[in-house]
C-alpha cells in the first residue's frame, strides 16, 4: 500500500523560508512523477513543483527562482524548499505520485495538473504572514 506523509509546514513571516518533506513508502515503481501541489480555501488545488524518476524539475511560474524540488532516493523521502515566502504561497500543501509519468510532449514531462496523480498525502498547512 503506498503511502505518502507530509511534514515540515509551519507559520512563518513573508521572506522566510520552510523545508517540506515527504517519506514514501509502498512505492515500487521505476519510472514516475512526484509534485508537490497546494490549495488555499476557495481555490482549486494547483501544481507547484515536480520531478521524475531521472530527476529532471518543473516549476509553476509563481515558484520559479523560489521553490526548489528534490529527493533522497535512499531515504525515500521528496523535499520542498520554499525560500522568499510570500503571504501568497499560504495554502495546504499536499506530496502527490503519478506511477505513469513521466509523459512524451517533445521530451519527457511531469504534470503539474491533478491529471494521473494517484496517490496523495495528508497534507501540510503552510501560512506566511506578511
Not at 96 to 108: F, I, L, Q, R, V
Request: one cysteine or more; proline letters at 3%.
Amino acid at each position: 500500500q503506498v503511502q505518502l506523509v507530509e511534514s515540515g509546514g509551519g507559520s512563518v513571516q513573508s521572506g522566510g523560508s520552510l523545508r517540506l518533506s515527504c517519506v514514501v513508502s509502498g512505492y515500487t515503481y521505476s519510472k514516475y512523477c512526484m509534485g508537490w501541489f497546494r490549495q488555499a480555501p476557495g481555490k482549486e488545488r494547483e501544481g507547484v513543483a515536480s520531478i521524475d524518476s531521472g530527476g529532471s524539475t518543473g516549476y509553476a511560474d509563481s515558484v520559479k527562482g523560489r521553490f526548489t524540488i528534490y529527493q533522497d532516493n535512499a531515504k525515500n523521502t521528496l523535499y520542498l524548499q520554499m525560500n522568499s515566502l510570500k503571504p501568497e504561497d499560504t495554502a495546504m500543501y499536499y506530496c502527490t505520485a503519478d506511477p505513469e509519468g513521466p509523459y512524451y510532449s517533445g521530451g519527457y514531462y511531469c504534470l503539474l495538473t491533478t491529471v494521473g496523480y494517484d496517490y496523495w498525502g495528508q497534507g501540510t498547512q503552510v501560512t506566511v504572514s506578511s
